[in-house]
């Protein structure tokens, strides 16, 4: 099985930073995209930001010039650096991966269990 695990997450005044990081472990063949998502209370979940295995990244008006979204092939890693925050950035960060183990050939999303972000004003 495939997991993922997210970490970073905290407490933060508004303007400033954290940065996220997100791990897929098990039995993996590769990786294709993977994307981070946030769910405040009593909203849908959406999208934040992704990256193609090959580096390509998009990002929501929302987000765009502040959250920077990287990966790390070799580490089965994928990060989110969040700066100049504002407290309608607080939500439960999640990460999700379309993932190939080895001995199947199709590609299917793992979600991670999230890391909560707390922006204080």
């Known amino acids: 099985q495939v997991q993922l695990v997210e970490s970073g997450g905290g407490l933060v005044q508004a303007g400033g930073s954290l940065r996220l990081s997100c791990t897929a472990s098990g039995s993996i063949f590769s990786i294709n995209a993977m994307a981070w998502y946030r769910q405040a209370p009593g909203k849908q979940r959406e999208l934040v930001a992704t990256i193609s295995s090959g580096g390509s990244t998009n990002y929501p008006d929302s987000v765009k010039g502040r959250f920077i979204i990287s990966r790390d092939n070799a580490k089965n890693t994928v990060y989110l650096q969040m700066n100049s925050l504002k407290p309608e950035d607080t939500a439960v960060y999640y990460c999700?991966?379309?993932?190939?183990?080895?001995?199947?050939?199709?590609?299917?999303?793992?979600w991670g269990k999230g890391t909560l972000v707390t922006v204080s004003s």
């Open positions: 999700n991966a379309d993932v190939r183990q080895f001995s199947v050939i199709m590609y299917k999303t793992y």
